[in-house]
């Protein structure tokens, strides 16, 4: 029986991907190695659900048409770069996002749904980010953290203090070791699984608020995660679901 690498994710609009395609570049440009995001692979996962054959698949596709019917679409704003770090192969940098009711409610719904269908997730912190990029190095006389901290800034026009003190509402100390829903990490037989709301709500794009406006996103996708013949990993949506609690409510 055909086994698939699965995570659940909303996926990003063409604006978000030119936005972070420009981090990106902006950190391409001060390390010294690399392994950067396809912008066509930029995403926010939601569950990682590791490798799953065809049984496996129909449940999750269940899980998450059963959260998309009770939950209300996910306004998503961008927030700080941030790291988590490896002993080995090199760092992770990302782009963190605002945690918002709506994020939590459908990440921990979709826990909920998936349980109930026998996909049961590790017991990990979700941390909403978008991976820019893998196996990174500073340079030599740089910080990986301080120099995130300063793209941000430069990027923002926000203060770097203010941006490394907090990510979704915890201490910038605590976000560095590795999360539950990284899809490309090692595999898991039990992957991730939610946390208690990470903060309070933050608005955004506010005259007191120079943080870009919240992007509306409302569907949510079933992806795998497979390398074609080409040879490029790929992340693939396998079935998309339109975020309607809203309506049904």
Same mark, same amino acid.
């Given at each position: 029986m055909a086994v698939?690498? !699965?995570?659940? &994710? !909303?996926?990003c609009t063409d604006a978000e991907r030119a936005e972070l395609a420009r981090d990106q570049a902006a950190l391409l440009a001060r390390v010294r190695k690399v392994h950067p995001t396809a912008a066509g692979n930029f995403h926010l996962t939601l569950a990682f659900l590791g490798m799953q054959d065809e049984d496996g698949e129909r449940a999750a596709a269940e899980a +998450?048409? &059963? &959260? &998309?019917r009770t939950c209300e679409p996910v306004p998503l704003a961008l927030g700080p770069l941030g790291t988590f770090h490896h002993r080995h192969g090199? $760092? +992770?940098v990302w782009r963190g996002v605002a945690a918002t009711p709506e994020l939590n409610r459908l990440q921990r719904t979709l826990v909920r749904e998936l349980a109930q269908r026998g996909i049961e997730l590790e017991a990990r912190p979700f941390i909403g980010h978008i991976t820019l990029a893998r196996s990174v190095r500073a340079n030599k006389d740089d910080d990986l953290d301080r120099l995130c901290a300063e793209l941000t800034s430069q990027l923002s026009?926000?203060?770097a203090g203010e941006l490394s $003190?907090? !990510?979704a509402g915890r201490p910038a100390s605590e976000l560095t070791s590795r999360p539950a829903s990284e899809p490309s990490g090692p595999l898991s037989s039990r992957p991730a699984i939610e946390s208690p709301d990470l903060c309070d709500p933050a608005s955004s794009g506010s005259a007191s608020d120079p943080r870009p406006p919240a992007t509306l996103h409302t569907d949510v996708s079933l992806m795998w995660s497979h390398r074609p013949e080409d040879g490029a990993l790929t992340y693939t949506p396998i079935a998309t679901f339109a975020l309607d609690g809203a309506a049904a409510s």
């Open positions: 698939k690498r !699965l995570f659940i &994710a !909303l996926t +998450v048409a &059963a &959260a &998309a090199g $760092d +992770v026009g926000q203060p $003190d907090h !990510l």
